[in-house]
C-alpha cells in the first residue's frame, strides 16, 4: 500500500500562490487515483481536485475551477497542487489522497490519506 506525505503548506496573503506537494512511498502510486481534499475548522472535509492515473485527465471542485491545478509525476511518486489568486476561505488543512477509483469526490472513495499540511490566507 502507498504512503503519503504532504509538504508546502504556509501563510500566505490573499491573491498569492501556494504550491503543495505530496509524495509516495510504495511501488504502487502509479495503480492510484489521486485526489486533493481540504477541512477547514467546523466544517467537514471537502474535495478540492483529482488526476487519474496518468495524469491526463483531471477535475476540479467549482470554487477552485480555474484556480488550482492538480498534477502528478509517476517517476518521482509526487502529486502536486498549484494554488493561485488564494483567498481568505481556502485555508484549511489540506489533505492528499489516494484511491482505486476514478472521478470519485467523496472522501469515503479513498483508501489512504496523507497526515495533511496548513494552508493559511490571510486578508
Known amino acids: 500500500q502507498v504512503q503519503l506525505v504532504e509538504s508546502g503548506g504556509g501563510l500566505v496573503q490573499a491573491g498569492g500562490s501556494l504550491r503543495l506537494s505530496c509524495a509516495a512511498s510504495g511501488a504502487t502510486f502509479k495503480n492510484y487515483v489521486m485526489g486533493w481534499f481540504r477541512q477547514a475548522p467546523g466544517k467537514e472535509r471537502e474535495f478540492v481536485a483529482g488526476?487519474?492515473?496518468?495524469?491526463?485527465?483531471?477535475y476540479y471542485a467549482d470554487s477552485v475551477k480555474g484556480r488550482f491545478t492538480i498534477s502528478r509525476d509517476n517517476a518521482k511518486k509526487v502529486v502536486y497542487l498549484q494554488m493561485n489568486s488564494l483567498k481568505p476561505e481556502d485555508t484549511a488543512v489540506y489533505y492528499c489522497?489516494?484511491?482505486?477509483?476514478?472521478?470519485?469526490?467523496?472522501?469515503?472513495?479513498?483508501?489512504?490519506w496523507g497526515q495533511g499540511t496548513q494552508v493559511t490566507v490571510s486578508s
Open positions: 489522497a489516494a484511491s482505486l477509483y476514478v472521478g470519485r469526490t467523496t472522501p469515503q472513495a479513498y483508501d489512504v
Open positions: 488526476t487519474t492515473w496518468s495524469g491526463v485527465s483531471t
